[in-house]
């Protein structure tokens, strides 16, 4: 009872939260403006982020509470982490940030949640689990937020691996990560109420980053569920494969095309399915589809074949071989890699863009992609050809 109670109040504040927010956003034009690299047509609030963070964080610990559980380094460890990101999101929303500062604060967030026991229970030597847990971490924490490019995919993932998570910690009688896990499930979930396409709010950096903290911190325990067997760490690596999948592939396509990974395009796994002619929804579908199926295969392997090398090993050559073969037909696909020239403004407080200048990028953004010529560079302050 007490993890449904934990859901459906951390999916209440969101619903209750996000609204508010929503208008306060666009009171302090905290907004995500058009350009040729993005989807969406009109400015559109960030601070989503805020509203799922705050009512999982607060409806975790409220459920904590209510059984009495005692708090340890490991809760406020794992609750500080994850403000710690929130709060560099909110910076990098509001006026950018360079990759090096924030991959830094990244490995902060990471390190304090290790440090306060967020690795016991790891089948390594203590410095092999901090060196892979920073990676995981690090690397799942850029990957929602490469993600988080059309309506609702960053959510809908989020939602799905959390709870596939708290399958597994009720299956392994880990009530902390199930109450933790459950609650974030029904925050992305209620959020995704707002986020699914057309959306009217967007998680900024703050919330992409906020569920890659989370999912990447509870995942490691299904890794610790299994004591001294390292095959476990294929279990969270298969939950999170579309994550992992898409950063692959956009690093690759990049490096292949001489760029920046950090400059910003079209260029994602989910603008290549979109490229095949679905829709919006239907590209988040997809991804939903892939994402519940890998998640499954996961939970199944951890629950009823823990331990069993050959069993993990064929079914991770398996879902490597169907990734592989997928972003090879995706980067067949032709894409927007670079922005044409038209960047836009920073959600910022202090910056307020005319609105010549965004009635300008908005044109710009329903021409170009709409297929028609490029227009002229608009000279605003921007930072959104930056992901990481």
Not at 245 to 253: E, G, H, R
């Amino acid at each position: 009872m007490i993890f449904l109670g934990a859901f459906l109040l951390s999916m209440m504040a969101v619903l209750a939260l996000t609204p508010a927010l929503r208008g306060l956003a666009k009171h302090l034009h905290f907004l995500d403006y058009p350009n040729t690299i993005k989807v969406h047509k009109t400015p559109t609030p960030l601070m989503g982020g805020i509203a799922v963070a705050l009512a999982s964080l607060a409806s975790a610990a409220a459920a904590l509470a209510l059984i009495n559980y005692p708090y340890s380094a490991k809760i406020v460890g794992f609750m500080s982490g994850g403000l710690i990101v929130v709060v560099l999101g909110l910076a990098d929303d509001a006026n950018g940030m360079r990759p090096a500062v924030k991959l830094t604060g990244q490995a902060v967030a990471a390190a304090v949640m290790m440090f306060s026991g967020g690795l016991s229970g790891l089948p390594f030597h203590p410095v092999i689990s901090f060196v892979l847990g920073l990676i995981w971490m690090v690397g799942l924490m850029n990957a929602f937020n490469f993600l988080d490019n059309m309506d609702g995919i960053t959510a809908g993932i989020a939602s799905i691996a959390t709870f596939g998570i708290f399958t597994l910690a009720l299956g392994h009688g880990q009530v902390l990560t199930a109450i933790a896990a459950i609650a974030v499930a029904g925050g992305a979930l209620g959020f995704l109420t707002y986020n699914f396409s057309p959306a009217t709010i967007f998680l900024g950096d703050a919330g992409s980053l906020f569920l890659g903290y989370v999912v990447g911190a509870l995942s490691m325990r299904a890794v610790a569920y299994a004591g001294a067997d390292p095959t476990a760490i294929v279990i969270p690596v298969l939950m999170l494969a579309y994550p992992i999948f898409d950063a692959s592939l956009v690093t690759i396509a990049r490096l292949a095309d001489g760029r920046d990974v950090a400059q910003g395009g079209k260029d994602h796994s989910s603008h290549r399915l979109a490229g095949l002619g679905l829709s919006p929804k239907q590209t988040a579908a997809t991804i939903y589809v892939l994402s519940i199926s890998l998640t499954a295969i996961a939970v199944y392997l951890s629950l009823y074949h823990g331990g069993d090398l050959f069993i993990h090993a064929l079914v991770t050559l398996a879902v490597a071989g169907g990734l592989f073969f997928m972003g090879m037909r995706l980067l067949r696909v032709p894409t927007q890699a670079r922005g044409s020239g038209v960047p836009s403004p920073v959600a910022v407080r202090l910056y307020r863009p005319t609105e010549q200048e965004i009635a300008l990028l908005t044109a710009a953004h329903t021409r170009i992609n709409g297929g028609g010529t490029e227009t002229e560079p608009v000279p605003t302050h921007s930072r959104e050809t930056i992901e990481v």
